[in-house]
């Protein structure tokens, strides 16, 4: 029997008798839907050519400065990304884990540092959902109105060559003023942290009802470049006494008691899941 065959049999047994399941989700995640994970300079210039002509990585343009000096630059990459999240449908290993959760008496929170929305849209619940760095599918106003609206009522048309946004922009119902993605960015002190606030006493107080020793914690594709999630994962798995199963194909250490799984998200849950078939 293989390494991989042993882990997945061990991650199989906790998976049975957990109680309660934590998802811990990174850019990996979204791979096996089609998505980029911008990982590395050249990774992020194969998604977005456009950008490496102008020498602009990721954190170049994920930053709001943007929607101060250029709104149809900074709304041409953030307009293309939320089309390309509101097309694309979640991968198999979505409904995975749906299914083991359902069979579990306190069923599962997600903890994501996406902000693709893919979790709601494979059906997860919206309150048990955590988006650490915000989501795509929301956002605030430029001026000077408060709350965080739904992107629902907003699309973006792009230019296909430039990746400019082309007018009209979104702006606010209330004020007229532009309005920006409710997401975290580089260098972002105008981000509005209420809804993922919100969400974090929504898990703190789910976490309180789990029994310690009952939970399994899932970690698919975060990698360590931005650790939100896996250093999350390990406090949880840690204070909880539960068992952390690391999922990622590049960077898959895990703690001493984990289990390590160097393979793609839905790979890795399909072996899962065929574990759990034989017993």
Known sequence: MSVNSQELRRAADVLRSAEALIIGAGAGMGVDSGLPDFRGTEGFWRAYPAYAK?????????????FRKDPEFAWGFYGHRLG????????????????????MRHGAFVFTSNVDG???????????????????????????????????????EVDPESFRAKPPLPTCP?????VRPNILMFGDWGWDSSRTEAQEER???WLE???????????CGAGTAIPSVRHFCERVTAAGNGTLIRINVREPEVP????????????????????????
Not at 209 to 219: D, F, H
């Open 84 to 103: 390309l999240y509101r097309a694309t449908n979640p991968h198999p290993g979505f409904e995975l884990l749906r299914s083991w959760a359902s069979r």
């Open 256 to 279: 001493s008691g984990g289990i390590s799984l160097p393979l793609r998200a839905l790979e890795a849950l399909r072996g899962i899941a065929q574990a759990l078939e034989r017993g």
């Open 203 to 205: 898990l703190s107080a």
């Open 174 to 178: 209330r004020c007229g003023s532009l």
């Open 118 to 156: 893919q979790f709601q849209k494979s059906g997860f619940p919206e309150d048990r959902v955590l988006e650490v760095h915000g989501s795509i599918h929301h956002v605030q106003c430029l001026g000077s109105c408060q709350g965080i609206a739904s992107a629902a009522p907003y699309s973006v």
């Open 54 to 66: 102008l020498g602009l990585d990721f954190a170049s343009m994920a930053n709001p400065q943007w």
């Open 209 to 219: 009802a789990v029994k310690p020793g009952s939970l399994a914690v899932v970690e």
